[in-house]
């Protein structure tokens, strides 16, 4: 019996549903398709993420699609970030998963608890989709044009400054925070903590949660954090990830000021009295 090959190509005959179906197989070829395209590039793939680490930098691109609202036509869409590799160590430390210090650098990707990396720009394509491995070379030859892009926006600028004026910052605080301190800015990442949790400047309920916050990062900044034996992530799947290449737990990132949270705290009892 010859078996019917499954389609990915969406045609007006079929239901918008079987249309859908052939958008996602589509896409998940491309993805699949990415891994000997890749292969010695120095990108690697985990799931819809591509990757790669540069030194002090983490190259991130996420790769979705399905169809056209109409579901005639393939979509495909990759969009890439960066990060320094030092913020996701801070944020873990800061919440007391120190086990994902020892994940592989995929976690930085997939982890649940990740900082997200820093957006620099987006393809998308909705013409043209048939053939599954050209459309893997397209994109991956966008995200290595992306790539560069983000080379260019990190070179002459702090990342601190990337962030803030990134046109969806509010979106970026921990990645904000933990770029701060990873640039020895520690002061300043405790003072955007507790600003980003004022209310009209008033000693309030959110007060307590910045206080708290605050000094979880506090502690990853005075080398004083440990560890709470847990660890939370998953891949896009909602799959647990495990296993992988140690990464070294970073140093001590010294802070000019380590009592500033005690400063905070002390201002904060005065303003209510």
């Not at 649940?112 to 050209?134: C, M, N, T």
């Not at 507790?194 to 309030?204: E, I, Q, R």
Request: contains cysteine.
């Amino acid at each position: 019996m010859t078996q019917t090959s499954i389609k990915i190509i969406p045609s007006p005959e079929m239901t918008l549903y079987q249309r859908q179906r052939c958008g996602q197989r589509f896409r998940d070829q491309t993805i699949k398709c990415l891994t000997p395209l890749i292969k010695g590039s120095g990108w690697n793939r985990k799931s819809a993420w591509v990757f790669r680490v540069e030194g002090d930098w983490y190259l991130t691109a996420f790769v979705t699609g399905g169809t056209t609202s109409d579901g005639l036509s393939n979509l495909l869409e990759v969009e890439l970030g960066i990060k320094p590799m030092a913020v996701d160590p801070i944020n873990w430390r800061a919440k007391g998963l120190h086990e994902n210090l020892k994940k592989s650098p995929s976690f930085r990707s997939s982890a649940a608890f990740k900082v997200p990396a820093l957006p620099i720009g987006k393809r998308q394509w909705s013409e043209g989709l048939i053939d599954v491995a050209e459309a893997s070379k397209t994109v991956f030859n966008a995200t290595i044009e992306l790539a560069e892009e983000a080379r260019i926006a990190v070179k002459d600028k702090r990342f601190s400054q990337l962030v803030a004026e990134h046109e969806h910052a509010k979106k970026y605080h921990a990645l904000k925070w933990a770029s701060l301190i990873a640039e020895g800015q520690g002061e300043r990442a405790i003072e955007s903590i507790m600003a980003h949790y004022a209310v009209d400047g008033s000693a309030d309920g959110n007060y307590g949660a910045a206080i708290s916050i605050a000094a979880d990062y506090q502690r990853v900044i005075d080398g004083t954090d440990q560890s709470e034996y847990r660890t939370l992530a998953t891949d896009i799947f909602g799959n647990p990830v495990i296993d992988g290449p140690v990464l070294q737990n970073p140093e001590v990132i010294a802070a000019n000021h380590p009592s500033l949270l005690a400063r905070l705290n002390a201002a904060i009892r005065g303003a209510g009295k």
